[in-house]
């Protein structure tokens, strides 16, 4: 008997399209029956390739790919139970909405009266019964996005697997069909996997974020853990919202340790997650970015600050709720605080301005 | 005034832009067909010379012939069967490009090699035939050999199959090139799609690949259908002198100086031919294809 768990294993899986250069380059991963997984990473990160290894339409070089407890390295997508929705979605354009979503059971020789009440209950479903009788050339593209989305999901598939689904769209339809993607994930129960490039829509949507580079994985967790705790630089700049500032090791002090800086006493950080640093190691270091306050010089820290970088305001962006001020706090890397928009019109600082930028010590984190 | 002016520059400028394909057309195309229409109402004296009346008594003469209707008969087996092959081998070798050779480079110069038949003469490709289809020829010579046959075949030149034989081997490259031209811009994505949900290869075929090449097989055939509906050199060569079709009818016409007759048959073949390709273009869609 076949089994209907979702869940997905990826052991070793490597692929080459040359057989010189893995695209893919060895990736463990596990996915929970019913996750919603988003792969993240930039173009070319291999992202795809693994998504494309699960549906069955690009076969690893190595490795396994198991779901549901079943190797399926080999298998046709409809023997894995797998649908894939394509990015600008691949609808066929010389088929109506309703023959688009009923086509997987066509094909699979279902009786036509059978099919049809398939589709129109699908239809429904994702709020298309108006435009049962167009062509998809007719639809908006939040439009073409559901009958895709309906069309991947009629086979009732175990994984649903999305390729840049809401790239195709501008902005405001992106955040709409975004929770409409979450909430067709909860209504059918079953594994999403979700490639994206974008940061907001992986940390929206995912239960589970991989963050991926050159192949590889460089971290896997849950969206606030990626977000909040990045395990490497890496992780920290692509995900966005954090500071990364480096420098060398001056001391080690029990619970925490010094790091040379532009500040005159160094800065303070806390040893946790990185059990072992010593004098003269190379260090990265992430503050985020809303963590930091500014403080006019001379003015005193707020609690629990210790370390002060003096800074220059370069540039300032109002962006609504907060104000992002960019700093020359560090020679080589952007330094931004993001103010809450109140604090920030309290006592505004202009271009030039010469400020002090201070964080709770116990908010830095070290880096791998 | 102002704007009746500009309104005057506009269309001048329209007529500057369509006056090239005016000057081909006018000459070459209009001209023509309206001296043969005029030539089909002439009287003539037997001898070739026409006087000029309003008779219809040469479409008289062609609708009431028994042969026009036996030269129809012909000409459309000839244009089924030739239409028939060259569909399914242009339909084949085109989806065999788009879909199975993957090197682009590949598939240009297989595409460029399906060209090769034309950089000879259509007399050349005709006789070409004549020492394998012979009665000494390659095949009868191997058939014989291996005993399969005891007297030549006879029917592989000089006959009707010999006549569909030249025509295909003419005129399938016309069917290639917009098949070729259609399917490639089908998205390979939806393939994937299409495999995706669960087709097979005859599936993608039958319900993906077919009804999106339509505006390609539709233009194939527009072209085979007039070539071959068109000639009758091939019908002559290969056929031996024993099939005519309704051009070689109005080529004696012709040749025995019944210019008002010739010229109605011309007509009448034209008109059927105008029926035949707007039935085309009302079943599919050519714009989509030219504008897409």
């Known amino acids: 008997m076949k089994s209907d768990r979702g869940d997905i294993e990826l052991a070793g899986v490597c692929k080459s399209f040359d057989g010189v250069t893995n695209v893919v380059d060895g990736v463990n991963l596990k996915i929970a029956d019913g996750a919603y997984c988003c792969f993240i990473g930039p173009s070319g990160c291999g992202k795809t390739t693994i998504l494309r290894m699960i549906a069955g339409h690009e076969d690893p070089s190595a490795g396994e790919i198991v779901i549901g407890g079943q190797n399926v390295v080999g298998l046709a997508p409809v023997q894995r139970r797998t649908a894939m929705m394509f990015q600008s979605y691949a609808l066929f354009p010389h088929l109506t909405v309703r023959e688009n979503i009923a086509f997987a059971l066509r094909v699979r020789g279902m009786s036509k009266a059978d099919r049809l009440r398939a589709a129109d209950a699908m239809i429904e479903k994702v709020r298309l019964t108006q435009f049962a009788d167009r062509l998809p050339a007719q639809l908006s593209g939040g439009q073409q996005q559901r009958v895709a989305l309906a069309r991947a999901a009629i086979t009732e598939p175990r994984v649903l697997l999305l390729d840049e689904p809401l790239s195709a769209l501008d902005e405001q339809l992106r955040v709409q069909m975004r929770q409409e993607l979450r909430r067709m994930q909860q209504e059918l129960g079953i594994t999403f996997i979700h490639v994206t490039h974008t940061q907001l829509e992986a940390i929206a949507l995912a239960d589970l974020v991989v963050v991926m580079e050159q192949g590889k994985i460089k971290q896997a967790g849950a969206a606030r853990d990626v977000y909040a705790h990045p395990h490497d630089r890496y992780v920290a700049e692509f995900m966005g919202g954090q500071n990364v500032l480096s420098g060398r090791v001056e001391k080690v002090n029990g619970s925490s340790f010094t790091l040379a800086q532009a500040a005159p006493d160094g800065i303070e950080v806390p040893l946790q997650r990185r059990p072992s640093v010593s004098v003269g190691d190379k260090v990265d270091i992430a503050v985020r970015r809303d963590d930091v306050a500014l403080v006019r010089p001379g003015r005193e820290l707020p609690p629990g600050c210790t370390n002060s970088l003096p800074s220059r305001v370069l540039a300032i962006e109002y962006q609504g709720y907060f104000v992002k001020v960019m700093l020359d706090t560090v020679p080589d890397d952007a330094f931004v605080a993001y103010v809450p928009e109140k604090t920030f019109f309290a006592d505004p600082f202009t271009v030039g301005d010469v400020v002090l930028a201070t964080w709770a010590t116990g908010s830095a984190l070290p880096l791998a | ?292």
């Not at chain 2, 400028?13 to 109402?41: D, K």
């Not at chain 2, 592989?156 to 025509?167: E, G, K, M, N």
């Not at chain 2, 097979?200 to 085979?224: H, Y």
């Open chain 2, 1 to 292: 005034m102002q704007s009746s002016q500009t309104l005057s520059r506009a269309n001048l400028a329209g007529w500057l832009y369509v006056s090239p394909l005016v000057l081909v057309l006018v000459p070459f195309f209009v001209a023509p067909i309206l001296v043969v229409l005029a030539a089909s109402f002439f009287a003539t004296d037997g001898f070739g010379g026409l006087t000029p009346d309003f008779t219809l008594a040469s479409y008289i003469d062609v609708l009431h012939s028994a042969l026009t209707l036996k030269l129809y008969l012909a000409t459309i087996k000839f244009t089924v069967l030739t239409w028939i092959f060259t569909l399914i081998i242009g339909f084949f070798v085109a989806y065999f490009l788009v879909f199975h050779v993957r090197n682009q480079l590949l598939a240009i110069g297989l595409f460029l090699l399906c060209t090769v038949p034309f950089w000879t003469s259509n007399i050349i490709r005709m006789i070409s035939w004549i020492p394998l289809l012979g009665k000494e020829g390659l095949i009868n010579q191997a058939l014989l050999a291996l005993g399969m046959i005891r007297q030549p075949l006879e029917v592989l030149l000089f006959s009707d199959l010999a006549v569909v034989i030249a025509y295909v081997h003419q005129l399938t490259i016309f069917m290639i090139v917009p098949i070729f031209n259609s399917m490639a811009r089908i998205d390979k994505k939806l393939i994937e799609a299409a495999i995706d949900a669960g087709a097979s290869r005859f599936d993608i075929m039958r319900l993906i690949v077919v009804p999106m090449s339509k505006s390609g097989i539709a233009l194939g055939t527009i072209f085979v259908v007039s070539i071959v509906m068109g000639d009758f050199f091939v019908v002559k060569v290969m056929s031996g002198g024993g099939s005519a079709s309704v051009v070689s009818a109005f080529y004696e016409d012709v040749g025995v100086l019944q210019y008002p007759t010739a010229a109605a048959s011309a007509v009448l073949l034209t008109l059927a031919l105008v029926a035949i390709v707007s039935l085309i273009l009302r079943t599919v869609d050519i714009r989509q294809e030219i504008t897409r």
